[in-house]
Nanobody, 123 residues
Framework: QVQLVESGGGLVQAGGSLRLSCAASGRTFSSYSMGWFRQAPGKEREFVVYISWSSGNTYYVDSVKGRFTISRDSAKNTVYLQMNSLKPEDTAVYYC????????????????WGEGTLVTVSS
């Protein structure tokens, strides 16, 4: 049974920072990508960023480039999302995801989901 457990969400003012964590268990993830999607109220779930577990290559949605940074700790099977210069439009439930090693930019590329953590950015 694969489990992805997120932590680190909360309320922050615009311009502030948060760090999300996602601890993975249940199998080795060397053949997966891991990353984050988000879903704002009334909107569809959208891709944010992913990292290839084996190569370390990263891919970001344009709206977060230069502000968000994904990283991984292989020893802990944990992926992190450092979010800086947060904007009100970043408000969403953030979901940790594990899926296709080739690309994980679509909901359909995801094999496993976490339960989500809420990030609220006030203006």
């Amino acid at each position: 049974q694969v489990q992805l457990v997120e932590s680190g969400g909360g309320l922050v003012q615009a311009g502030g920072s948060l760090r999300l964590s996602c601890a993975a268990s249940g199998r080795t993830f060397s053949s997966y990508s891991m990353g984050w999607f988000r879903q704002a109220p009334g909107k569809e779930r959208e891709f944010v960023v992913y990292i290839s577990w084996s190569s370390g290559n990263t891919y970001y949605v344009d709206s977060v480039k230069g502000r968000f940074t994904i990283s991984r700790d292989s020893a802990k099977n944990t992926v992190y999302l450092q979010m800086n210069s947060l904007k009100p439009e970043d408000t969403a439930v953030y979901y940790c995801a594990a899926g296709s090693i080739w690309s994980m930019r679509r909901v359909g590329d995801v094999a496993y989901w976490g339960e989500g953590t809420l990030v609220t950015v006030s203006s």
